[in-house]
């Protein structure tokens, strides 16, 4: 991927975990300027992955300066993560959005792996149980 590609898609990951342009364009640069050494004219997705970890971290490092800062309406499903509490939203965001393996993530949090299996079971009823949105949406 090209640099382009790549800033939109580390900025999409920050917003999914923040829910604010703003926050999720300071967390989206931090995490860039960290992996800057690695970044060269194509973008593989190794590098990608290390810079969402870094997002990842930043994230949960401070969630509470990097949550509900908001006022925008948002789609339900983004509703829906901003309802979850931060260590929800981050192993859904890591392991349903952006696909990558859970057990990336317990280093990045300090949390075993049957936790983080716990926390996106519960982000995962969470989602359904607001389910409702799914049958509004045309298909």
């Known amino acids: 991927?090209?640099?382009?590609?790549?800033?939109?898609?580390?900025y999409t990951i920050a917003f999914r975990l923040t829910g604010d342009e703003t926050s999720a364009g300071?967390?989206?640069?931090?995490?860039?300027?960290?992996?800057?050494?690695?970044?060269?004219?194509?973008?593989d997705t190794s590098i990608l992955h290390e810079t969402a970890r870094e997002?990842?971290?930043?994230?949960?490092?401070?969630?509470d300066k990097y949550t509900g800062l908001s006022t925008h309406n948002h789609s339900p499903?983004?509703?829906?993560?901003m309802a979850l509490e931060p260590l929800s939203r981050?192993?859904?965001?890591?392991?349903?959005?952006?696909?990558?393996?859970?057990?990336?993530?317990e280093?990045?949090?300090n949390c075993s792996k049957s936790e983080l299996?716990?926390?996106l079971n519960t982000a995962r009823k969470h989602l359904i149980g607001a389910g409702e949105f799914y049958t509004e949406c045309p298909t």
């Open 1 to 10: 991927m090209d640099l382009q590609e790549y800033i939109k898609k580390v």
């Open 26 to 43: 300071d967390v989206a640069s931090l995490a860039i300027k960290r992996k800057a050494d690695a970044i060269k004219d194509i973008i």
């Open 55 to 63: 997002v990842f971290s930043i994230f949960l490092t401070e969630p």
């Open 77 to 81: 499903i983004q509703n829906q993560l």
């Open 90 to 105: 981050t192993a859904l965001v890591w392991k349903d959005i952006m696909g990558y393996n859970i057990g990336d993530l």
């Open 107 to 109: 280093i990045i949090t």
């Open 117 to 119: 299996y716990e926390k």
